[in-house]
């Protein structure tokens, strides 16, 4: 009987160790349970006020640089405009200034700097000599040389070889050259858009391109003539030009 009775409450502590085991058990896993509830919680919660302050954020900024941008509106609107003010004379000064530079502009003309006497702009005869074949731009003449007829729009005077050749006016040697057609040639600006050209010299030219030179100055010397004008004989080619077109050179001659 004895033995029975110890044998019922063996069982029974087993029973009351079991359960108190389970219940252990149960709290304890109740309790991580509630921790790692409370731990997925808070970061939750952490991750959502995250998300809010990223969305308010640009918010603010955006207020902020609006509030800025109106005080900067109403600072400049605040300041008062000053004008400068020029001293006295200025617009007379810059007046004349003005007038200064037009007056210089008119009187300055690079094309009449070799027009330094009244008469510049007449011309005279370069060389002495008769003529051998006349001016003709608008009849055909014949040509001895080339046997043909044909316009001529020079005139060429017939002097010997060696002979002097004068500037017919004042002007600046523009340009020396040398060709077979015209032998060797020196042209002559004399303002006002007049040119004279002086072909079939010598090549010795007793002038340089640019010289300044007078009228009666000697320019060169005739020469032999060349083969598109042989048959004429040693002579002076005389051409003149008022604005790029040839003129009849006895219209302006003075004898």
């Not at 359960?19 to 919680?41: L, P």
């Not at 900024?61 to 605040?78: G, H, L, P, Q, R």
């Not at 007793?206 to 020469?223: L, M, P, S």
Request: glycine fraction near 6%; proline fraction near 2%.
């Amino acid at each position: 009987m004895k033995k029975s009775r110890n044998k019922y409450i063996g069982i029974f502590s087993c029973f009351v160790l079991a359960a108190v085991f389970a219940v252990t058990i149960s709290v304890n896993t109740s309790e991580n349970d509630a921790k790692n509830n409370n731990e997925i919680a808070q970061v939750q919660e952490e991750e959502n006020l995250a998300s809010i302050e990223e969305e308010v954020s640009p918010v603010i900024i955006s207020k902020n640089a609006s509030e800025k941008e109106e005080e900067n509106k109403e600072t400049v609107k605040e300041e008062p405009k000053t004008e400068k003010e020029e001293p006295a004379g200025t617009e007379e000064k810059t007046t004349t200034e003005e007038k200064t530079t037009e007056d210089y502009t008119y009187e300055y003309d690079e094309s009449k700097e070799t027009v330094l006497s009244e008469d510049s702009l007449t011309f005279a005869v370069p060389v002495s000599g008769t003529i051998a074949m006349d001016y003709s731009k608008d009849k055909l003449v014949y040509d001895a040389t080339l046997d043909q007829y044909r316009t001529n729009e020079s005139i060429c005077y017939s002097a010997a070889e060696g002979t002097v050749v004068g500037a017919a006016a004042q002007g600046t040697v523009e340009s020396i050259t040398t060709d077979r057609q015209n032998g060797t040639s020196v042209t002559v600006f004399h303002g006002d858009g007049w040119r004279t050209t002086y072909s079939q010299l010598s090549e010795d030219v007793a002038v340089a391109q640019g010289d300044i030179i007078e009228k009666g100055q000697t320019i060169g010397y005739v020469g032999a003539p060349s083969s598109y004008s042989a048959a004429l004989g040693s002579h002076l080619e005389f051409t003149m030009t008022l604005d790029g077109n040839t003129v009849d050179p006895k219209t302006a001659l003075v004898e």
